[in-house]
């Protein structure tokens, strides 16, 4: 029953250091999507992906990519992290587009702090 | 881009009132979604509404899409401690609903003093 896993929970990073975030689905999900939160702030889209080899930018790309090589996974990466990358980010995935009865799954989300 | 308003910007309550709070739209939706987020957790989907004038409830939940299509309504009735989260109010992004990009509000803060 493990649903959208994200991997780490916490992570403190160095300015101008790599890092990826992982996200794994077992639902056999289609579509895939990174969101940023910041504090006071909704949730933006980063990436998205509606199936295998298939990804796309979202409203805030910059900064960030992503592959897409298995339905189950869709890994973040951060080149050369900057401060205005601290935020909260959460992977969810959905069956199909997410908004006609098969809502979005989200993990419990990457806590990542750039100093 | 899109936007999306939400009010009030956080709510602090007595457990048993009833809570209300909306979400406006500069632009038309033709969904409207209604998510709660729990402290150290991903939103959960509560209530998804489809059609103008639309009235959905959810056990003590009730939500409404708005006549004109720009805005949404939560009410929540008789508050409990667990009802305390952050709620936000989402659509489908700039391009219409394919690939379920969604608009998020900046959500509404909820505190349920017991």
């Known amino acids: 029953n493990a649903g959208v896993t994200q991997t780490p929970k916490f992570h403190i990073l160095k300015i101008g250091q790599s890092m990826t975030l992982q996200c794994t689905q077992d639902?056999?999900?289609?579509?895939m999507y990174w969101y940023r939160q910041d504090p006071g702030m909704g949730l933006k889209l980063i990436y998205y992906?509606?199936?295998?080899?298939?990804?796309d930018k979202g409203e805030v790309p910059n900064g960030y990519n992503v592959s897409r090589s298995t339905t189950e996974d869709f890994p973040l990466r951060l080149e050369l992290a900057a401060p205005s990358q601290t935020s909260v980010y959460f992977c969810?995935?959905?069956?199909?587009?997410?908004?006609?009865?098969?809502?979005?799954?989200f993990g419990d989300g990457t806590r990542l702090s750039i100093l | 881009g899109q936007q999306l308003n939400q009010s009030p910007q956080s709510m602090f309550i007595q457990e048993g009132e009833d809570v209300s709070m909306n979400c406006t739209s500069s632009?038309?939706?033709?969904?409207w979604l209604w998510y709660k987020q729990d402290p150290g957790e991903g939103p959960v989907l509560l209530i998804a509404?489809?059609?103008?004038?639309e009235l959905t409830s959810n056990g003590r939940l009730t939500a409404q899409f708005g006549i004109t299509r720009k805005d949404s309504f939560l009410n929540i009735s008789a508050s409990i401690p667990s009802d305390v989260g952050i709620y936000f109010c989402?659509?489908?992004?700039?391009?219409?609903?394919?690939?379920?990009?969604?608009?998020f509000g900046q959500g509404t803060i909820l505190t349920v003093h017991p």
């Open positions: 509404l489809y059609k103008a004038g």
């Open positions: 639902m056999n999900h289609n579509y």
């Open positions: 989402a659509g489908p992004g700039a391009g219409g609903t394919s690939y379920g990009k969604l608009t």
């Open positions: 969810a995935s959905s069956y199909s587009g997410g908004t006609f009865n098969q809502p979005q799954h």
């Open positions: 992906s509606v199936g295998a080899g298939i990804t």
């Open positions: 632009s038309i939706f033709n969904t």
